[in-house]
C-alpha cells in the first residue's frame, strides 16, 4: 500500500533550528537547522519505507488570511538570519534527497498540506503528517496520522482521532474550536483574553463549539461571561483563522510525490559541503563529486613491481617522478605501509611496488632512489610519508612538490583536501575517494592486488596532472616563496622532530599520577563536608541538584536535562559559596591526571621511552601548527599543577639539558610593524615594558604611577586588540562593565590610532580582495566579509584584523625552525630540535653546547624576519623542560 509522507518544512526548519546549538561550517554558514532537518528525513525513510513524499513550504509572508485579518502573525518575532540563510540550504538537500518540494504565492504551507491530506482522504492513501504544530491536529483522520515533534527533533508524538479525544476530549474538528477560544500568541490570532487551554476544553466538552459556546454565555458566571460577551466576533475571526483551508489549486499528480531514494552522489557531495561528517560515515554511499564515474573512462595498464623488476623501475623513474605512498592508519607513527605507487610520465607507464618487496633486500636500489636528494618526487602529503617511511627505515628525501600542501595554501579553508575532491574541484579527471575502494571504519578492506594498484596508480597518475596546475596557481596567488622556501623544507624539519620524540620519566608521571589522586581525594572529602551529602561530582545532573536545590545558589543557565554546570557558571558562582572554587580545582586535577597523566603514559613508546608527537601543517587557517598524539601544545601552564606535567620532559642523553627559547610578545611586535603605530613602535625600541607603555599612555600617568591594576588592564586590552576583542569579551575579562570597557578600548584607539587606522584599512581591503594576507603573503579568504548578516560580516571582519598579526606570528616561528635546523647542520652540532609549543622552541642539549646554543637560538629566532621593532627571543635551560622556563 502507498504510504506518503507530508513534512511541514517552515515548522521543522524552526525546530530544528532552535532544538540545536548554532552549528557552522569552516566557511562560516550555518548548518543547524540542516543538520536537525536532515537527521529527521534519515530517520523517517528508514522506519517509515514512504513510496511518496512532499514537503510544503510558506510561499511568502503575505497570504489571504491578511486580507481578512492585518495582525494576523504580526507579533511574531522577525526569522534570525542565522535562519533564513538555512532555507536554500534545505531545499537544495531535498533535491539532493529526491524529494519533492512545493509552495505555492499567497497560501501557507498548512493549507497546502491541508489540501492534500483531503485529497488522500478521498483516494483513501494512508499519510503520516510531520510538523511542529499542534493546529494540524484538526487534519488527523482514519487515513492521517499526525506527528508532532517533542524533544529535539527526532522524537514525535503520534496523533489519530482517538488518540486526540483520549489526550483533549475532542474530535479533530473541535481543534479549530480549541484555537478560536484561546487563541494562538504565535501566530498572534487573539481568541478570548483570559480563556488558556483548560478553561477552552472545559467549555467545548459542554458546548462543543464555538458558536454554541457564544449561544449560551448565560450559563457562565462573572467576569468569564463578559469576556466571552466583549469578545465574540474575536472568537468567530480567530476559529476562521485557525481553519486550515483545504481547497488549494494545486495542479499536481499524485503521482509527482512519489519517492525512488536519493541521489548518493549528491547527497554525499552535499554533506561534504556542509561538513556533516558524521553522517557521511554512517551514510556509507560514495564519496566523490558526482561527475567522478563518467570522468574515469581510461583504465590504467598497472605494471606489479617484483623483486626481478625492480632496476627496471628505477631506470624508468630517471632523475623525477610522481609517486603515492599509501598508509593506513591516522597516525603515522603507528601506521603501516601498504605500498607505493609511481607513474613514469615519459611513456605514462603506471608500476606499484609492494612494501614488502621495498623493504625486501632485493628493494634496496628504489630505497635508494627515494632517500637520493638529488632525485626530485612529487607527491601528496610529504610529512605523513617521510614518517611512515622512516619508522620502517626507508628514507624520502628530494621532495620538490607536495600537493597537499600547495592545495592547503591556496585555500586554507578547504574542507576536502584529498586527491579526489582536488581533482574536482580543478576540472581534472575524477578519481574514485579512498572510501569507495577500501570502505570506512569496521567495513575498511584492501582490495585485491589488481584493484589496489590500480586505484594507487591513479593516484600518482593524479599527482602528475595537479602539480603543473598548483605550481601555476601559487605564482598567481605569489604564495610560491612561503611554499618552497618554508612550507614545504617545514615539512622534513617537523618529520625529524616528530621522530627524534621526546623522553618521558614514566616513573615520575606516574608519581605525579599519584599526587594528583591524593589532592583529589581530600578536595573530594571536603566538597563533602561543605555540601553536607556524598554525591557524583562529575554528575551535572546531582551537581547542579546540590548547588541550586539543596544549597540555593542562583541558577543562571539550563539545559534540556537540567541545570548547567559549566565552567562558565560556576566561575560566576564562586563567589557565593566556597564548595564552587573546590568544585572547580576538583575538575582542574581532575582533567589533569586523565588527560595528561594517564593520556601521556599511553602515548610512551615502549622502545624508545619518548612520545612522539605529530605536526599538521594544514588544519589551522592562520598558518598554526596542531599537535596530535599527544597534543603537547594543549598542556595547561597556567596553574602551578598543570606546569609541574613539564617535569617529566627530560633529555634523552645523561648529562645534557633541555633548553627552551620563548618569543616575546611576538603578535604584537607584528601588530606595531604591520600598524606603523608610532607609540607601540617607540616602546618596543626603546625595550620597554609593553603593558606599562600602554597603561601610561591609556591612563595618562607616569611610569612610576602605573599600579598593577592598571597594567592588568592594558595587557588585557594589548592581547585583546590582537584577537578584536569587544567591549563585551574585555569586559568579562576584566570583571568590568560593558560600557566601561567600551571606553577603555576607545581611549585605547585615541592614543594608539595607527591601530586603529590598520584596523580601519585591513577590513576595507579585505571587503575589496576577499581576503587578507601575512607579510609572506599567505592568504586567508573572507567571502563573508559583505555578508548582509551582522554575526557573519562582524566574525569576517575580526578575522581580517587579527589573520595578518597571527598568521605572520606563525610564520615566523616556522621561519625560525627551518634556519634554527640548518644552522645546527652548519655548525655540526650535536644539540637537537625537540618541540615547538605555540611560540616556544623547546631543544635538548649536551652540558658543553649551552653556552653556544644560548648564543645562536636567540640570534636564530630574533632575525628569522626583520621587522621595523626588534623581535626577542627569552631563553632559558635546565634538568627538565618546567626548568627550563
Known amino acids: 500500500m502507498d504510504k506518503l509522507i507530508i513534512i511541514d518544512g517552515n515548522s521543522i526548519a524552526n525546530r530544528a533550528f532552535y532544538a540545536l546549538p548554532l552549528l557552522s561550517n569552516s566557511s562560516g554558514l550555518h548548518t543547524n537547522a540542516v543538520y536537525g532537518f536532515t537527521t529527521m528525513l534519515l530517520k523517517l525513510i528508514e522506519e517509515e519505507k514512504p513510496t511518496h513524499f512532499l514537503v510544503a513550504f510558506d510561499a511568502g509572508k503575505i497570504t489571504f488570511r491578511h486580507k481578512e485579518y492585518t495582525e494576523y502573525k504580526g507579533g511574531r518575532a522577525k526569522t534570525p538570519p542565522e535562519l533564513s540563510e538555512q532555507f536554500p540550504l534545505i531545499k537544495e538537500l531535498l533535491k539532493a534527497f529526491q524529494i519533492p518540494q512545493f509552495e505555492l504565492t499567497g497560501y501557507e504551507a498548512d493549507d497546502i498540506i491541508g489540501t492534500l491530506t483531503r485529497i488522500a482522504d478521498e483516494r483513501g492513501e494512508k499519510v503520516l503528517l510531520v510538523s511542529g504544530d499542534k493546529d494540524m491536529l484538526q487534519l488527523a483522520s482514519d487515513n492521517v496520522t499526525v506527528a508532532i515533534t517533542r524533544k529535539g527533533i527526532t522524537e514525535v508524538e503520534r496523533y489519530n482521532p482517538e488518540e486526540i479525544k483520549e489526550k483533549y476530549g475532542l474530535t479533530p474538528n473541535q481543534i479549530i474550536d480549541l484555537k478560536g477560544l484561546m487563541g494562538d500568541t504565535s501566530d498572534n490570532i487573539p481568541g478570548i483574553p483570559g480563556v488558556g487551554e483548560k478553561t477552552a476544553l472545559k467549555m467545548l466538552h459542554e458546548f462543543g463549539t464555538v458558536e454554541e459556546v457564544l449561544a449560551n454565555t448565560a450559563s457562565l458566571k462573572g467576569k468569564m461571561k463578559e469576556k466571552v460577551e466583549e469578545h465574540a466576533q474575536d472568537a468567530i475571526m480567530s476559529k476562521e483563522l485557525a481553519t486550515i483551508f483545504r481547497e488549494v489549486p494545486m495542479e499536481t499528480e499524485w503521482s509527482s510525490f512519489r519517492y525512488e531514494g536519493y541521489d548518493g552522489q549528491a547527497l554525499s557531495g552535499m554533506f561534504r559541503k556542509l561538513e556533516f561528517k558524521s553522517l557521511l560515515e554512517k551514510m556509507d554511499f560514495a564519496g566523490g563529486s558526482a561527475a567522478e564515474d563518467d570522468q574515469v573512462v581510461e583504465r590504467l595498464d598497472v605494471q606489479i613491481v617484483t623483486a626481478a623488476s625492480v632496476q627496471e623501475l628505477v631506470s624508468a623513474l630517471g632523475e623525477s617522478a610522481p609517486i603515492h605512498v599509501e598508509i593506513v592508519g591516522e597516525n603515522p607513527h603507528h601506521s603501516e605501509v601498504v605500498g607505493v605507487a609511481f607513474y613514469i610520465e615519459d611513456g605514462g607507464k603506471s608500476m606499484y611496488l609492494p612494501f614488502e618487496t621495498l623493504i625486501s633486500e632485493a628493494g634496496a636500489p628504489v630505497r635508494d632512489w627515494l632517500s637520493d636528494d638529488s632525485k626530485k618526487k612529487q607527491l601528496f602529503d610529504q610529512h605523513r610519508a617521510e614518517l611512515a617511511l622512516a619508522w620502517h627505515s626507508v628514507q624520502l628525501r628530494g621532495v620538490d612538490f607536495d600537493v597537499l600542501l600547495a592545495a592547503y595554501l591556496l585555500d586554507p579553508t578547504e574542507s576536502n583536501l584529498t586527491l579526489s575532491g582536488l581533482s574536482g574541484k580543478y576540472g581534472l579527471p575524477g578519481i574514485k575517494a579512498d572510501e569507495d575502494i577500501f570502505g570506512k571504519g569496521a567495513k575498511f578492506r584492501l582490495p585485491e592486488l589488481p584493484a589496489l594498484s590500480e586505484h594507487l596508480c591513479?593516484?600518482?597518475?593524479?599527482?602528475?596532472?595537479?602539480?603543473?596546475?598548483?605550481?601555476?596557481?601559487?605564482?598567481?596567488?605569489?604564495?610560491?616563496?612561503?611554499?618552497?622556501?618554508?612550507?614545504?623544507?617545514?615539512?622534513?624539519?617537523?618529520?625529524?622532530?616528530?621522530?627524534?620524540?621526546?623522553?618521558?620519566?614514566?616513573?615520575?608521571?606516574?608519581?605525579?599520577?599519584?599526587?594528583?589522586?591524593?589532592?583529589?581525594?581530600?578536595i573530594m572529602a571536603r566538597i563533602y563536608d561543605l555540601a553536607g551529602v556524598e554525591f557524583n561530582i562529575n554528575s551535572p545532573k546531582q551537581l547542579g541538584e546540590i548547588l541550586f536545590e539543596k544549597l540555593g545558589l542562583p541558577a543562571w543557565k539550563k539545559t534540556k536535562t537540567g541545570y548547567s554546570t559549566d565552567a562558565e557558571v560556576l566561575e560566576k558562582l564562586a563567589p557565593y559559596h566556597e564548595v564552587v572554587g573546590q568544585i572547580l580545582n576538583y575538575r582542574s586535577l581532575a582533567k589533569l591526571q586523565s588527560t595528561y597523566v594517564e593520556g601521556l603514559l599511553k602515548e610512551v613508546r615502549p622502545e624508545t621511552g619518548k612520545v612522539h608527537t605529530y605536526y599538521r601543517q594544514t588544519i589551522a587557517a592562520t598558518g598554526r601548527l596542531s599537535s596530535q598524539y599527544p597534543n603537547l601544545q594543549n598542556i595547561p601552564i597556567r596553574l602551578e599543577e598543570g606546569r609541574k606535567i613539564r617535569k617529566v620532559f627530560v633529555p634523552s642523553e645523561p648529562g645534557w639539558y633541555i633548553l627552551a627559547a620563548d618569543y616575546s610578545q611576538i603578535e604584537l611586535r607584528v601588530l606595531a610593524h604591520i600598524s606603523q603605530d608610532e607609540k607601540l613602535k617607540e616602546a618596543f625600541l626603546q625595550n620597554m615594558d609593553i603593558h606599562t607603555k600602554t597603561a601610561m599612555d591609556v591612563f595618562g600617568v607616569a611610569e612610576s604611577d602605573v599600579d598593577s591594576n592598571m597594567r592588568r588592564q592594558a595587557k588585557a586590552v594589548n592581547f585583546g586588540i590582537v584577537y578584536g576583542i569587544s567591549d563585551y569579551g574585555l569586559s568579562q575579562n576584566l570583571d568590568i562593565t560593558r560600557k566601561e570597557a567600551a571606553a577603555f578600548i576607545e581611549q585605547y584607539f585615541a592614543v594608539f590610532q595607527g591601530v586603529r587606522k590598520y584596523m580601519d584599512d585591513i577590513v576595507k581591503d579585505a571587503r575589496s580582495s576577499g581576503y587578507v594576507t601575512t607579510l609572506l603573503q599567505r592568504r586567508r579568504y573572507l567571502p563573508k566579509i559583505t555578508a548582509s548578516n551582522f554575526?557573519?560580516?562582524?566574525?569576517?571582519?575580526?578575522?581580517?584584523?587579527?589573520?595578518?598579526?597571527?598568521?605572520?606570528?606563525?610564520?615566523?616561528?616556522?621561519?625560525?625552525?627551518?634556519?634554527?635546523?640548518?644552522?645546527?647542520?652548519?655548525?655540526?652540532l650535536k644539540s637537537r630540535m625537540l618541540l615547538q609549543v605555540h611560540d616556544e622552541l623547546v631543544f635538548e642539549v649536551p652540558e658543553e653546547e649551552l653556552e653556544t646554543m644560548k648564543r645562536i637560538v636567540p640570534e636564530v629566532m630574533a632575525g628569522a624576519l626583520k621587522l621595523d621593532v626588534p623581535l626577542r627571543a627569552d631563553v632559558d635551560y635546565g634538568l627538565t623542560w618546567y626548568d627550563a622556563k
Request: charged fraction near 30%; charge should be neutral.
Open 458 to 522: 591513479r593516484k600518482a597518475q593524479t599527482i602528475s596532472r595537479i602539480v603543473p596546475v598548483l605550481r601555476v596557481e601559487l605564482e598567481k596567488g605569489e604564495m610560491h616563496r612561503l611554499f618552497y622556501e618554508l612550507e614545504l623544507p617545514l615539512a622534513g624539519v617537523l618529520a625529524e622532530m616528530e621522530l627524534r620524540g621526546i623522553k618521558v620519566d614514566a616513573a615520575d608521571l606516574k608519581a605525579f599520577g599519584d599526587e594528583l589522586a591524593k589532592q583529589l581525594e581530600i
Open 791 to 828: 554575526n557573519l560580516r562582524s566574525f569576517a571582519e575580526r578575522t581580517a584584523m587579527n589573520t595578518p598579526i597571527q598568521g605572520t606570528a606563525a610564520d615566523i616561528i616556522k621561519l625560525a625552525m627551518v634556519q634554527m635546523a640548518e644552522r645546527l647542520k652548519q655548525e655540526q
